[in-house]
């Protein structure tokens, strides 16, 4: 009996075109009915999700150029990004800083539900609501503490704040104390801590925390107030005296730095709003950020003066100051009667020994200003350096008649009183420089000069 040939090991079948065809033939079912379910699926999604929202509607009329451009141009990105939750904030953002609360507070709703872990919407909702329903404020600033954490510090810190307002010192000071942790040199938690150690009686450690912030431009002046205020309950008056004498020979606290409304600010292209955050920005020693928004200011603004009084500031901070006069003589030139910009001039001008021309610039600025100590002190410093003692003399006379407090005015008429040949006058200064700071190191230096 005959077999038909084994197949060697490891050889394959092969199909024949009838056979490859069957096979197909047998998967399009099932892949047609694979296809059919996707697009059933994709289907019921477009229809059974919610429709974006549409932006709402706000009458533009009587606005500013400006403000029309910025509103139309949050509103479109809307319109092109409807599920967007950065798109909704911004515009929610930008409508609540121009007034329109009930259209903002929509839209920021509608970022918080979009964008569920960004602290900016329900932080910005909660400035909405502050003034018409605190607790809605506090419940919104503490979402947003939830989703921020310690950074940026401005958010825990702004929540600490409110509810401490509130009574709430206890979950306050926990609050506080987790901001200081994380960020050590932010000034805003430490004066807040400050003023709960004073208000529960604990005087050095309110002095202590004081004492961390008294030099910092957005809380100097508060904290010199309140060490007066614990001098005080200590009893050293002298001390307390001290203390409320440099308080008030400090500028008024600058708002301290808070990068959603900073971003906002640029957001909205308002050159007023513009112009104030780099202030603020320029005295807090912030020169990268300023820096970025004077950019700005310059392509958008260039015809404003604001915008070259804030480079020639951004200059001098950088040790350029022939820029810093190129940009404040442009200032000028825009708005010539500038205090600011004829005491920026004319520090600029002392920096590069155009000592004449600075006391002028400075006599430009008393001259729009009469009661502008610094210039006058600064006039006095470029009178002295030219040889004119005497009038050198009578600006540092004008600055003390106006700053009292300025110690190291008296320290120079010192000095010249006795470059003119009258001690006693020069004793009278060193006096009277000496109750306002005894243990000035340079006291000692003038006693010896002035001999027994």
Request: some cysteine; charged content about 25%.
């Amino acid at each position: 009996m005959s077999r038909k040939p084994r197949k060697p090991k490891g050889a394959t079948r092969r199909s024949t075109p009838a056979k490859q065809t069957a096979r197909a033939s047998r998967r399009l079912p099932w892949i047609g009915g694979f296809v059919l379910v996707a697009l059933l699926l994709a289907l019921a999604f477009q229809f059974l999700r919610p429709a974006a929202a549409e932006p709402p509607v706000v009458s533009l009329e009587g606005l500013d150029a400006g403000v029309r451009q910025a509103i139309e141009r949050h509103l479109q990105a809307v319109r092109t990004m409807p599920r967007s939750g950065e798109a909704w904030g911004w515009l929610g953002a930008v409508l609540h800083a121009y007034r329109f609360s009930d259209a903002a507070d929509a839209c920021l709703q509608q970022a918080k539900r979009l964008d569920p872990k960004n602290p900016r919407w329900p932080y910005f909702r909660s400035k909405l609501w502050t003034a018409r329903d605190p607790a809605l404020a506090r419940e919104e600033a503490r979402l947003a503490s939830d989703r921020a954490g310690s950074r940026p510090p401005h958010i825990r810190y702004y929540y600490a704040k409110l509810i401490a307002e509130e009574g709430r010192w206890e979950e306050a000071r926990e609050l506080l104390l987790e901001v200081a942790q994380a960020e050590p040199d932010y000034a805003p938690a430490l004066l807040l801590l400050a003023q709960d150690a004073l208000v529960n009686g604990d005087m050095d450690q309110a002095a202590q925390w004081a004492g961390r912030c008294n030099s910092n431009p957005t809380t100097a002046r508060a904290a010199w107030s309140l060490l007066a205020q614990v001098h005080q309950r200590q009893g050293d008056m002298d001390a307390a005296a001290r203390a409320s004498q440099q308080a008030a020979s400090l500028p008024d606290d600058y708002q301290p730095a808070d990068p959603y409304l900073d971003e906002l600010s640029t957001r909205r292209g308002d050159p007023r709003d513009m112009a104030i955050l780099c202030h603020a920005l320029l005295a807090a020693r912030q020169l990268d950020k300023a820096s970025s928004i004077i950019d700005q200011l310059r392509r958008a603004y260039p015809n404003q003066g604001e915008t070259w009084l804030l480079d020639g500031r951004l200059n001098l901070l950088l040790q350029q100051p022939a820029a810093a006069e190129a940009s404040l003589r442009r200032h000028l030139q825009i708005e010539p009667d500038s205090t600011q910009g004829w005491f920026q001039l004319g520090t600029a001008l002392l920096r590069q020994g155009k000592t004449l021309e600075a006391a002028e610039a400075f006599a430009q600025a008393t001259f729009h200003k009469p009661d502008f100590g610094p210039a006058w002190f600064n006039r006095g410093l470029a009178l002295g350096q030219v040889g004119d003692l005497q009038a050198s003399l009578t600006s540092f006379e004008e600055c003390l008649r106006h700053n009292p407090e300025h110690v190291e005015a008296y320290f120079f008429l010192a000095d010249l009183h006795l470059r003119l040949g009258d001690p006693d006058k020069a004793r009278a200064r060193v006096d009277e420089a000496e109750t306002l700071a005894p243990g000035n190191p340079r006291i000692q230096n003038f006693r010896q000069r002035l001999g027994p």
